[in-house]
């Protein structure tokens, strides 16, 4: 039973350009929202977080949207670089945290 | 601050065997969860302790069990061991100071130890 989705395995981007990783959910009562980013090799960086309260939360060049009607939450990457090549995992936070499977972010030079 | 720390990194195991992973939280943080990671299936939950009691339990066959001591290091034990357990196993701690998971507690992980069942 995933309550957090990734859809799309996989998204290719040009250096410069937008980078939008989306997620969707199946629990209302989820109260709190994180992505993640992963380099091969190493555990989960926390990247940024949107409580259910608020609809956007920006930092630095990350921004993530919520959608609570749409139960709908997106990581917005701009300008993106080759340095954010990665995989990234949204996360919701109810009694135990979901996991999505994961998007493999891939900026072209 | 030193990180979340996992050992060993990496680890050959036979079927049948038994193995036991460890994880050392960051300094103050009293909640450590684990993790496996196997490609395309997330990270699903195992559990997740504070102070010495298990809060949270996924949905994982009896063979794994973990525990955490009275300074929040935590052990993961998987024994009966199967091909199909062999993954990445990730630890996480974060601030959970009661009963109630705040909102703002995001979870902090290890690099995680690298599981092959033969």
């Given at each position: 039973?995933?309550?957090?989705?990734?859809?799309?395995?996989?998204?290719?981007?040009?250096e410069?350009?937008?980078?939008?990783?989306?997620?969707?959910?199946?629990?209302?009562?989820?109260?709190?929202?994180?992505w993640?980013k992963?380099y091969?090799?190493?555990?989960?960086?926390f990247?940024?977080?949107?409580?259910?309260?608020?609809d956007?939360?920006?930092?630095?060049?990350f921004t993530?949207?919520?959608?609570?009607?749409?139960?709908?939450?997106?990581?917005?990457?701009?300008?993106?670089?080759?340095?954010?090549?990665?995989?990234?995992?949204?996360?919701?936070?109810?009694?135990?945290?979901?996991?999505?499977?994961?998007?493999?972010?891939?900026?072209?030079? | 601050?030193?990180g979340?720390?996992?050992t060993?990194?990496?680890?050959?195991?036979t079927?049948?065997?038994?193995?036991?992973?460890?994880?050392?939280p960051?300094s103050?943080?009293?909640?450590?969860?684990?993790?496996?990671?196997?490609p395309?299936?997330?990270?699903?939950?195992?559990?997740?302790?504070?102070?010495?009691?298990?809060?949270?339990?996924?949905?994982?066959?009896?063979?794994?069990?973990?525990?955490?001591?009275?300074n929040?290091r935590?052990?993961?034990?998987v024994?009966?061991?199967?091909?199909?357990?062999?993954?990445?196993?990730?630890?996480a701690?974060?601030l959970w100071?009661?009963?109630?998971r705040?909102s703002?507690?995001?979870?902090?992980?290890?690099?995680?130890?690298?599981?092959?069942?033969?």
């Amino acid at each position: 039973d995933q309550q957090v989705k990734q859809n799309s395995p996989s998204l290719s981007v040009q250096e410069g350009r937008i980078s939008i990783l989306n997620c969707d959910y199946t629990n209302s009562m989820f109260d709190y929202f994180l992505w993640y980013k992963k380099y091969p090799a190493e555990g989960p960086t926390f990247l940024i977080s949107i409580s259910s309260i608020k609809d956007k939360n920006e930092d630095g060049r990350f921004t993530v949207f919520l959608n609570k009607s749409a139960k709908h939450l997106s990581l917005h990457i701009v300008p993106s670089q080759p340095g954010d090549s990665a995989v990234y995992f949204c996360a919701a936070s109810g009694n135990q945290f979901y996991f999505g499977t994961g998007t493999s972010l891939t900026v072209i030079p | 601050k030193a990180g979340v720390t996992q050992t060993p990194r990496y680890l050959i195991k036979t079927r049948g065997q038994q193995v036991t992973l460890s994880c050392s939280p960051i300094s103050g943080h009293r909640s450590v969860s684990w993790y496996q990671q196997t490609p395309g299936q997330g990270l699903q939950f195992l559990f997740e302790y504070f102070s010495e009691t298990q809060r949270n339990k996924g949905n994982f066959p009896g063979r794994f069990s973990g525990r955490q001591f009275s300074n929040s290091r935590s052990e993961m034990n998987v024994s009966t061991l199967e091909l199909g357990d062999s993954a990445l196993y990730l630890c996480a701690s974060s601030l959970w100071t009661g009963p109630l998971r705040p909102s703002g507690s995001p979870l902090h992980f290890g690099n995680g130890t690298r599981l092959t069942v033969t």
